[in-house]
């Protein structure tokens, strides 16, 4: 009796070690469906123009966006980069000023300007770049400067909003970290405890058998129950278990063999070796340099174009120019030829893509396809880029039509139709075949 008692409970035991083993699975599958999800929900464009109206705190956060989209590459507010710090740039030169350096140093240099010379003299002759900002935006700009020194802004920012809204704020991230890390522990702990247990159960119930087998008043069942072995012989022989075993290895090779028909032509994953060790997470990351920077049409062109060497050396005319990653783009400007950088992102030529139709028009961050790319060593194709990949983002992102009339009829029809269903890229059309095949 006490040995089929033992033999029970130690089925239960192994039975809740599997289960919460089960639960682990599920819950790693789960953590990895949100940090999937992390990244697919449309944010606002990095490129933003300045507010037309609605008080200081608007204009200040368009001018945060726009110094991040042209600025921070060469500027900081209170330490010196490639250019001086900003701090305190409206105190020594007027905005008018400061509008005509913006737009046109070279013009302000050639007339004479004595603090203009100076400038230029005092950073080794190097000149600004021409910047085809509006007066409006170059003022917001400042503005932004200014509040820097001046303690927090009342209203939203960029950056608070993205924590709000949960679509990557630090803040949400540690505390979800936070919350996996603790959860994990806690599991490890459970599983051991289940391990010893089962262990100790298997031992005790050895010890049992060893006392019973002292024991001279033993029927023959008890005989028979402690003498018991478990026929290895047999199960292997068993004609049912060859044929489970048979099924399952017959049912593997074919999901094997149709995950590798279906994959035929995706390059999900695609990390090909570029010719000069460029990092996005020092570049995009660290240093929080705008996408927009250097690929200069990723706002307002079908494809977001790869950065000429000129754009590198925008920097790096001053920024570790003994660096041997950065003498290959000295070598490809002498020879006046340009790098030779590998595509990682392909789109097959039956299929239309308007790069600027998704980040301007639709407000999608880089990140939404691209996957993390402010933490990547070497870019690699973070998504599938499928027909069904494109399809499913269409029907489940809403599209935004506050402001634009074409859209004000479109969505009271839809909305008297379908109930309560959000207005998504779809409902516009976005799933017909010759939006993307033509």
Same mark, same amino acid.
């Given at each position: 009796?006490?040995?089929?008692?033992?033999?029970?409970?130690?089925?239960?035991?192994?039975?809740?070690?599997?289960?919460?083993?089960?639960?682990?699975?599920?819950?790693?599958?789960?953590?990895?469906?949100?940090?999937?999800?992390?990244?697919?929900? +449309?944010?606002?464009?990095?490129? !933003?123009?300045?507010?037309?109206? $609605? =008080? /200081?705190? &608007?204009?200040?956060?368009?001018?945060? %966006?726009?110094?991040?989209?042209?600025?921070?590459?060469?500027?900081?507010?209170?330490?010196?980069?490639?250019?001086?710090?900003?701090?305190?740039?409206?105190?020594?030169?007027?905005?008018?000023?400061?509008?005509?350096?913006?737009?046109?140093?070279?013009?302000?240099?050639?007339?004479?300007?004595?603090?203009?010379?100076?400038?230029?003299?005092?950073?080794?002759?190097?000149?600004?770049?021409?910047?085809?900002?509006?007066?409006?935006?170059?003022?917001?700009?400042?503005?932004?400067?200014?509040?820097?020194?001046?303690?927090?802004?009342?209203? +939203?920012?960029?950056?608070?909003? !993205?924590?709000?809204?949960?679509? $990557? =704020? /630090?803040? &949400?991230?540690?505390?979800?970290?936070? %919350?996996?890390?603790?959860?994990?522990?806690?599991?490890?702990?459970?599983?051991?405890?289940?391990?010893?247990?089962?262990?100790?159960?298997?031992?005790?119930?050895?010890?049992?058998?060893?006392?019973?087998?002292?024991?001279?008043?033993?029927?023959?069942?008890?005989?028979?129950?402690?003498?018991?072995?478990?026929?290895?012989?047999?199960?292997?022989?068993?004609?049912?278990?060859?044929?489970?075993?048979?099924?399952?290895?017959?049912?593997?090779?074919?999901?094997?063999?149709?995950?590798?028909?279906?994959?035929?032509?995706?390059?999900?994953?695609?990390?090909?070796?570029?010719?000069?060790?460029?990092?996005?997470?020092?570049?995009?990351?660290?240093?929080?340099?705008?996408?927009?920077?250097?690929?200069?049409?990723?706002?307002?062109?079908?494809?977001?174009?790869?950065?000429?060497?000129?754009?590198?050396?925008?920097?790096?005319?001053?920024?570790?120019?003994?660096?041997?990653?950065?003498?290959?783009?000295?070598?490809?400007?002498?020879?006046?030829?340009?790098?030779?950088?590998?595509?990682?992102?392909?789109?097959?030529?039956?299929?239309?893509?308007?790069?600027?139709?998704?980040?301007?028009?639709?407000?999608?961050?880089?990140?939404?396809?691209?996957?993390?790319?402010?933490?990547?060593?070497?870019?690699?194709?973070?998504?599938?880029?499928?027909?069904?990949?494109?399809?499913?983002?269409?029907?489940?992102?809403?599209?935004?039509?506050?402001?634009?009339?074409?859209?004000?009829?479109?969505?009271?029809?839809?909305?008297?139709?379908?109930?309560?269903?959000?207005?998504?890229?779809?409902?516009?059309?976005?799933?017909?075949?010759?939006?993307?095949?033509?």
């Amino acid at each position: 009796m006490m040995n089929s008692f033992l033999s029970r409970t130690s089925y239960w035991v192994l039975a809740l070690f599997l289960a919460l083993a089960g639960s682990a699975t599920a819950q790693d599958a789960t953590s990895a469906a949100t940090v999937s999800q992390q990244g697919v929900t +449309p944010g606002g464009t990095a490129g !933003a123009a300045p507010a037309t109206g $609605g =008080g /200081d705190a &608007a204009a200040i956060q368009a001018g945060d %966006a726009l110094f991040k989209a042209n600025c921070t590459q060469c500027h900081a507010v209170n330490e010196k980069v490639v250019g001086p710090a900003l701090a305190g740039i409206t105190k020594r030169r007027q905005i008018p000023w400061l509008i005509k350096w913006v737009k046109n140093p070279a013009k302000v240099i050639a007339s004479g300007d004595e603090y203009a010379v100076k400038l230029f003299n005092d950073y080794g002759k190097q000149q600004m770049p021409s910047f085809a900002l509006s007066d409006k935006e170059i003022t917001s700009i400042m503005a932004w400067v200014d509040s820097q020194g001046a303690g927090p802004v009342a209203g +939203p920012t960029k950056e608070n909003a !993205a924590k709000v809204d949960g679509a $990557g =704020g /630090d803040t &949400a991230d540690a505390g979800g970290a936070g %919350a996996g890390k603790y959860a994990d522990v806690l599991l490890i702990v459970l599983v051991v405890v289940l391990i010893v247990l089962v262990v100790t159960l298997v031992i005790i119930a050895n010890l049992m058998k060893d006392v019973l087998r002292g024991r001279k008043d033993l029927d023959g069942r008890d005989v028979e129950i402690l003498e018991q072995r478990f026929d290895w012989a047999g199960l292997y022989k068993s004609t049912a278990l060859r044929g489970i075993v048979g099924a399952v290895v017959a049912l593997a090779l074919l999901y094997a063999g149709v995950q590798s028909v279906m994959a035929v032509g995706l390059t999900q994953g695609y990390q090909p070796t570029q010719p000069i060790a460029f990092s996005h997470k020092l570049h995009a990351g660290e240093n929080n340099i705008n996408c927009a920077y250097c690929h200069t049409s990723v706002y307002k062109g079908k494809s977001a174009n790869i950065p000429s060497a000129n754009i590198c050396m925008n920097c790096h005319s001053q920024i570790k120019t003994e660096s041997p990653e950065i003498k290959k783009i000295y070598r490809a400007i002498e020879r006046k030829q340009p790098i030779q950088w590998v595509r990682v992102h392909n789109l097959p030529d039956l299929a239309y893509f308007n790069h600027s139709q998704h980040t301007q028009v639709g407000g999608i961050q880089c990140q939404t396809c691209h996957g993390p790319i402010q933490n990547m060593e070497v870019v690699y194709q973070y998504s599938a880029l499928t027909m069904g990949w494109c399809i499913n983002c269409h029907r489940e992102t809403p599209l935004n039509t506050k402001g634009n009339a074409y859209y004000d009829n479109l969505v009271k029809l839809h909305d008297k139709s379908n109930n309560a269903v959000p207005f998504t890229v779809s409902s516009n059309g976005g799933t017909e075949c010759s939006k993307c095949h033509y």
